[in-house]
T-cell receptor
Framework: DSGVTQTPKHLITATGQRVTLRCSPRSGDLSVYWYQQSLDQGLQFLIQYYNGEERAKGNILERFSAQQFPDLHSELNLSSLELGDSALYFC????????????FGPGTRLTVL | AQKVTQAQTEISVVEKEDVTLDCVYETRDTTYYLFWYKQPPSGELVFLIRRNSFDEQNEISGRYSWNFQKSTSYFNFTITASQVVDSAVYFCALSENTQGGSEKLVFGKGMKLTVNP
C-alpha cells in the first residue's frame, strides 16, 4: 500500500458526460501528479500540482482539468468524454517538487461507453 | 525529448530462472533519475528502485539487482530465482525536468513478465 488513495476504483459512463476523479496524497506529500495509462499511448503524464499550484503540464486535453485543494487532495475533471478517454488514471504523490520518488495510487479505471 | 525504450515486450520463464529486463534511455538533462516500477495483474504501480544519474553503483536488494551504465544509457533490472509472484508488467521510467522547475516521469512501454510454475 503506497499510502496514496484514489476514488472511485471503477467508473463507467457514457460519451459526452463529465466525471471527477479524486486523489489523496500520502501524508506529508505536497506534490500530486496525474497520469493516464491506455493501451495505445502507454503511461503518459498529464499534470502536476505542488502545494495547490499547477507546476507542470503534459499532454492533457483541454477537456480535462485538475486542481489541488488546501488539504492537498486533488481532483481530475474529465468532460465531454469520448470513447478514447477510456483508460486507467493514476495519481501519484511525492514530498517535494522534484528529485523525489513518486508513489502511485491504485488507479481509477474509466470506461466510456 | 526524453525517451525510454524497453525493447522486450514480453518474456516467459519457468520458476527459479533468472531474468533480466533491459532499459535504454535518452535524455538531454545532465542530472536525472531512473526508476523501475512493477504493475501486477491487480493494476497498481509499485515503486521498486530509484537511481541518481551520478550514482553508477550497482545495487542488490534481495532477489532484485540493478545495473546502471551511464556511458551507454543503460539501466537493467535482474530478478534472480524468479517466482510466480514476480509475474507483472515492469516499467522503466526517467525523470524529465519541466519548465516549472519540477520533474515528470517518462515511462517505457513496459515489459510483461510471466513466471510459470
Amino acid at each position: 500500500d503506497s499510502g496514496v488513495t484514489q476514488t472511485p476504483k471503477h467508473l463507467i459512463t457514457a460519451t459526452g458526460q463529465r466525471v471527477t476523479l479524486r486523489c489523496s496524497p500520502r501524508s506529508g506529500d505536497l506534490s500530486v501528479y496525474w497520469y493516464q495509462q491506455s493501451l495505445d499511448q502507454g503511461l503518459q503524464f498529464l499534470i502536476q500540482y505542488y502545494n495547490g499550484e499547477e507546476r507542470a503540464k503534459g499532454n492533457i486535453l483541454e477537456r480535462f482539468s485538475a486542481q489541488q485543494f488546501p488539504d492537498l487532495h486533488s481532483e481530475l475533471n474529465l468532460s465531454s468524454l469520448e470513447l478514447g478517454d477510456s483508460a486507467l488514471y493514476f495519481c501519484a504523490s511525492s514530498v517535494g517538487i522534484n528529485t523525489d520518488t513518486q508513489y502511485f495510487g491504485p488507479g481509477t479505471r474509466l470506461t466510456v461507453l | 525529448a526524453q525517451k525510454v525504450t524497453q525493447a522486450q515486450t514480453e518474456i516467459s520463464v519457468v520458476e527459479k530462472e533468472d531474468v533480466t529486463l533491459d532499459c535504454v534511455y535518452e535524455t538531454r538533462d545532465t542530472t536525472y533519475y531512473l526508476f523501475w516500477y512493477k504493475q501486477p495483474p491487480s493494476g497498481e504501480l509499485v515503486f521498486l528502485i530509484r537511481r541518481n544519474s551520478f550514482d553508477e553503483q550497482n545495487e542488490i536488494s534481495g532477489r532484485y539487482s540493478w545495473n546502471f551504465q551511464k556511458s551507454t544509457s543503460y539501466f537493467n533490472f535482474t530478478i534472480t530465482a524468479s517466482q510466480v509472484v514476480d509475474s507483472a508488467v515492469y516499467f522503466c521510467a526517467l525523470s524529465e525536468n519541466t519548465q516549472g522547475g519540477s520533474e515528470k516521469l517518462v515511462f517505457g512501454k513496459g515489459m510483461k513478465l510471466t513466471v510459470n510454475p
